[in-house]
């Protein structure tokens, strides 16, 4: 099973920063089957990020993932209040994992 | 826009099956793969497994013993049956479209394993 771990737990920080949240695989995973999503308090996740760096569908520009082989970013750019959340990669190309989620939260 | 919504019993007793149903509208559910996925509360998320329309099916190694996901084309909806449920198996269970990349997903409902 390919183990995803998430860094930091949580990140703490103020509107306008930019949030570096990171994913390492304990494996190499093909950069086709990374994502990420968000997740807020009593709603489903949401598709952020597909194949490692292409926004989903109405996904702002703010939002972006990088990476390849075992470590994977999404970076927001501009925190915007609406954010704060929890953040989850998945890879889905050998059977299925998510991480464990990064918070991120107001300073 | 497709939607989906999950159904079924919220309690379930130690030992017994959790069985939910996944209705699918704003689309044919012959389209695309339909997935189950769960998160135990205040946890992450777990894959249960996947089902494609055909019948084909694939699911997470920890749980392929215990679960089965089928679908009802005539009803335009997929099930979720996991048995010999134990306290550990309380979760929120969505179920969403797709094999992997997850862009539509229900509300999900909270399932709690208890006498």
């Known amino acids: 099973e390919i183990v995803l771990t998430q860094s930091p737990a949580t990140l703490s920080l103020s509107l306008g920063e930019r949030a570096t949240l990171s994913c390492r695989a304990s494996?190499?995973?093909?950069?086709?089957?990374l994502a990420w999503y968000q997740q807020k308090p009593g709603q489903a996740p949401r598709l952020l990020i597909f194949?490692?760096?292409t926004r989903a569908t109405g996904i702002p520009d703010r939002f972006s993932g990088s990476g390849a082989g075992t470590d994977f970013t999404l970076t927001i750019s501009r925190l915007e209040p609406e954010d704060f959340a929890v953040y989850y990669c998945h890879q889905y190309g050998s059977s299925q994992t998510f991480g464990p989620g990064t918070k991120v939260d107001i300073k | 826009q497709v939607q989906l919504q999950e159904s079924g019993p919220r309690l379930v007793k130690p030992s017994e099956t959790l069985s939910l149903t996944c209705t699918v509208s704003?689309?044919?559910?012959?389209?695309?793969?339909w997935s189950w996925i769960r998160q135990p509360p205040g946890k992450g998320l777990e894959w249960i497994g996947y089902v494609y329309y055909t019948g084909k099916t694939d699911y997470n190694p920890s749980l392929t013993t215990r679960v089965t996901i089928t679908v009802d084309m005539s009803k335009n909806q997929f099930s979720l049956k996991l048995n010999s449920v134990t306290a550990a198996d309380t979760a929120v269970y969505y179920c969403a479209r797709g094999s992997g990349r997850f862009y539509f997903w229900g509300q999900g409902a909270l399932v709690t394993v208890s006498s």
């Open positions: 494996q190499n995973v093909s950069s086709d089957v």
């Open positions: 194949a490692a760096s």
């Open positions: 704003g689309g044919s559910i012959s389209s695309s793969y």
